[in-house]
């Protein structure tokens, strides 16, 4: 069972108004003599792509997604995010992987890309690159995680938003044990398409690893996808 995008939304919002007060507001004074070019806001996205937009003139958007709010309430889909990849790699909030946890830490992350930017180390092709986690570990050990995290589930609660996962229905679960076994079957050479965060991909599979299936797309280009990837053999 999905989380109406309507609740996302609002959780969305919230996060914009979390990151504006308690990410950005403390640091606004600083950011402005460091970097007096920048202008920030952040905004609710009507898909799932989640990201900091560096424009050239000086903008420094964070689009926090509806869908990826969506998919961070799904047990199966919020492995595929590498925000919920990172909580278990780096052991932030002890490991702990729920929505709540994700969605704050999902902020600290795209703020750790607009510190990034605005110290002039965010460069084309290495955007998650050491000097990104240097600043993502800077905002935990600095607490922000812990005061974001108990400030969303204060403000979810007041306002009767969900805070555990959405477990699906039968046919949902149904639909996903089928694309685990077409996953399974996989073969080189075989064509999928995959459902991305704003638009489907169509390849042929390319190779086959231990954890993804490497796919060469039509029209130019490569990508990996695991067996919670929303997908289908073509």
Same mark, same amino acid.
């Given at each position: 069972m999905s989380l109406p995008l309507e609740e996302a939304g609002a959780l969305a919002g919230l996060l914009c108004e979390l990151t504006d007060e308690f990410?950005?507001? %403390?640091?606004a004074a600083r950011l402005a003599r460091e970097a007096p070019w920048h202008r920030y806001r952040a905004r609710v996205g009507s898909g799932r792509q989640t990201c900091l /937009? +560096?424009? %050239?003139?000086g903008r420094l958007e964070i689009t926090y997604g509806r869908r990826m709010v969506q998919d961070k309430y799904d047990r199966e889909h919020s492995r595929v995010w590498s925000t919920s990849r990172e909580l @278990? /790699? !780096?052991?932030? !909030?002890g490991g702990r992987v729920s929505p709540a946890h994700t969605l704050? +830490?999902?902020a600290l992350h795209e703020f750790a890309h607009l510190l990034q930017a605005v110290r002039g180390q965010r460069r084309a092709g290495s955007v998650h690159n050491a000097a990104f986690y240097r600043a993502l570990? @800077?905002?935990h050990e600095d607490g922000d995680g812990e005061r974001l995290y108990r400030r969303l589930? @204060? /403000?979810a609660g007041i306002a009767g938003l969900p805070l555990g996962f959405r477990e699906p229905g039968d046919e949902e679960q149904a639909r996903r044990n089928a694309r685990q076994r077409a996953y399974a079957a996989l073969a080189v050479g075989d064509r999928v398409r995959l459902r991305g965060r704003d638009r489907d991909y169509v390849g042929t599979v390319r190779r086959i690893n231990r954890r993804s299936v490497s796919c060469d797309l039509d029209g130019g280009g490569r990508? /990996? !996808?695991s @067996?919670?990837?929303d997908f289908e053999r073509l």
């Open positions: 990410l950005y507001a %403390p640091r /937009r +560096h424009y %050239p003139d @278990e /790699r !780096f052991g932030w !909030f704050a +830490h999902t570990g @800077e905002l589930v @204060e /403000r990508l /990996r !996808f @067996e919670y990837a």
